[in-house]
């Protein structure tokens, strides 16, 4: 089966979604993902959608799941490049991404990831 | 005036996708907005889901009208599965059966200008799905 390549970055995980993805598609990813984050130690995981034409329930319910799992293993999850039709179809289908944060591009991911890190290690360092 | 139907089963995991890239195309051929394109394939997307995972497959007729004084995409699924007893509590945001968030219907619902099911338990459902300019 296909699967969507997943790439290292120094500690982050990096995936950009280029092809409409069947729901097994879908799946795989979210487990391959999990798999890596645990390999690597990994501390962020950027999704790239920008050439999503759309994510529907199914969808959403990977990113939610992948941001779910990620937060448990220590790891942030920011999601880049939502279009604006795909974010307007979403509010109105009624699927909120509460454990998702979103950026509007790689970069502005990339910084978000960064200083979420950076202030999750900070007040690791006050508590002891 | 004119329109143009093209069905498609839907089988499997792939088929849906299949769904949405007609859609595309169909709903882009029509001139409908980006927004509305992407209204229509997301739509499309939760039924044929419904389709294949609670009535066990079926098939799909997209129709891209252009008579006045309407332009725009019908879809219509149709399947040969069990049937949904309490097409109310079906349409409810958050209700499902499977493992889904229960967004499908309802959400679909919304994201058209024109929804209609009907179902019979034993014999299966038909949804038709519309948007227009």
Known sequence: MDRIPILKFGDCLLVTI????????????????TARLVKERSRGVLIDISALEIVDSFMGRILNNIASMAKILDAVTVV???RPAVAITLVEL????????????????????????DAETASDVDLD | MSTSTETLPIKSAEDVVRVRQVVRTKAAGVGLSIVD??????????????????????????ESVKEQP?????????DNGPGIPDI????????TTGSGLGLGLGGAK???????????VGSGTTIMLARWK
């Open chain 2, 88 to 95: 109310e509590q079906a349409m409810r945001d958050n209700f």
């Open chain 1, 18 to 33: 280029q092809v409409d993805m069947h729901d097994q598609l879908a799946m795989a990813l979210q487990d391959d993902l």
């Open chain 2, 110 to 120: 919304r994201l058209c200008t024109d929804f209609s099911i009907q179902s019979k």
């Open chain 1, 94 to 117: 009624g699927l909120e991404l509460p454990g998702v944060r979103t950026a509007l591009n790689v970069e502005r991911g990339m910084d978000l990831i960064r200083s979420t890190v």
């Open chain 1, 80 to 82: 880049v490049g939502m």
């Open chain 2, 70 to 78: 309407r332009t725009g995409v019908r879809l219509i699924f149709r």
């Open chain 2, 37 to 62: 394109q992407t209204k229509i394939i997301t739509a499309a997307s939760e039924i044929a889901r419904n389709t294949l995972d609670y009535g066990g497959g079926g098939e799909v007729a997209i």
